[in-house]
């Protein structure tokens, strides 16, 4: 699968136009928010400001031309072994830079000392090709797994923020479906494994 597919994924995954006021992405189309816009310079309206118009005018094939470029290739995860590629970027949409410290962390536990910066740089290229020699068959797994850990940990600590993580009817929740959906299904959790990993949050 190319890169541009993974993108078109990535879209459909994040649907449409949101601005949830507990997300803390705010407005949000396609997974693009006004945030990205901003950071971009991209005024979508050509009205010379930048606001909410600009995130709900967006098309899927402008948002996955931003996401080849600035969410894929300019933090070098385009770089990274072909079977971590697809989940790391679809983190990268979802939660920034915060998508390289979960791998980053990851490489620390896994004996490989790098700093958790969230910048793919030449020590943590260095340092994820020598994880995956050791363990070839199981790093993507690992990090998938980090990153669903990461997203029950957010839950964990703001309470708001649960109604991503758990459904209202008590199953699991878009984060931890979307963390899932990149994670070998022997590693899914079980409905049961669900339910008592999230028994705290009443």
Known sequence: MDVRQIAKQIVAREGGYVNDPDDPGGATNFGVTLG???HLGLDVTQDG??????????????????????YFQAPRINELPPGLQASVFDMFVNAGANAVRILQR?????????????VIGPKTLDA?????ALAPDHLSDAYCIARRNYYFRIADDAPKLRKFART??????????????????RYHLSLQEFEARVATWG
């Open 106 to 118: 990851l490489l620390n536990d896994m004996g490989q000392a790098v700093e958790v910066d969230g």
């Open 128 to 132: 994820v090709e020598a994880a995956a």
């Open 49 to 70: 400001q930048i606001t909410k118009d600009d995130v709900k005018a967006l098309t899927p094939e402008q948002a996955v031309e931003i996401f080849v470029r600035d």
């Open 168 to 185: 209202k009817a008590g199953g699991k929740g878009g984060w931890i479906r979307r963390a899932e959906e990149f994670i070998s299904p």
């Open 36 to 38: 990205t816009l901003k």
